[in-house]
């Protein structure tokens, strides 16, 4: 039940619920709306996915300055992705530099973000710069807006299963060192970024 609330299966998290006679740690709705709004930032609709965080819950971002300026330099990356570079350029300096000057951290993540106008999709942008521009960055936005809101709800971040398998392997690894046991079927689990490969 961990896994497919977390990961937003809510269909498949309501058929298990009845099934197995659980009661759902969170409201089935609260999976749909984390899910519309993985799914603007995946597409690259940051307005989007900011008006239906807040309408969710307001506080999210209000309480969660690092999260909100990562949306906002999302949004940035989505103006220079659509070569709305004067548009760009003014909403980096009226949204973001401001929040760069109170911040090192921000500072930092905003002359990287700016550093794509110098290299304009050139093939020799470094790979710190150019990776702001793949699905990756989109995702990983998506990935740290779900978590503020899994917590806001008071519900686990990582699924827990993951977090068993990494124990599995770590805990296989660590017997192997020391004497010889069967290992789980034979198979090596493969734990990275919360998938697992048997």
């Known amino acids: 039940m961990d896994y497919l609330v977390i990961e937003g299966y809510k269909s498949a998290a309501e058929e298990f619920s009845q099934e197995a006679n659980l009661s759902p740690p969170v409201d089935f709705e609260s999976i749909e709306s984390r899910m ?24 999210i971002l209000d309480t969660n300055p690092a999260l909100y300026f990562k949306l ?13 570079i004067s548009e760009a350029l003014e909403f980096a300096q009226e949204e973001l530099a401001p929040r760069g000057e109170e911040s090192p951290e921000f500072l930092s993540e905003l002359e ?16 710190a710069i150019a990776e702001l521009l793949s ?3 989109r995702m990983k936005t998506a990935g740290e807006v779900n978590a503020a809101i899994l917590e806001s709800l008071s519900q686990g971040k990582e699924v827990k299963l993951v977090g068993l ?3 599995l392997c770590w805990g296989e690894t660590m017997l192997d060192e020391k004497a010889e046991f069967p290992k789980t079927d034979g198979q090596q689990l493969n734990v990275h970024d919360g998938t697992f490969v048997v």
Do not use: H, S, W
């Not at 940051?46 to 307001?58: G, S, Y």
């Open 112 to 127: 990287r973000t700016m550093a794509l106008l110098a290299f304009d999709a050139a093939p020799n942008a470094p790979a």
């Open 72 to 84: 906002q330099q999302q949004k940035l990356i989505e103006y220079i992705r659509q070569g709305r």
């Open 135 to 137: 699905p990756a960055q």
């Open 165 to 167: 398998l990494k124990l």
């Open 36 to 59: 519309d709004i993985r799914e603007a930032l995946q597409r690259g609709d940051v307005e989007d996915a900011i008006t239906r965080v807040n309408d969710l819950n307001p506080e």
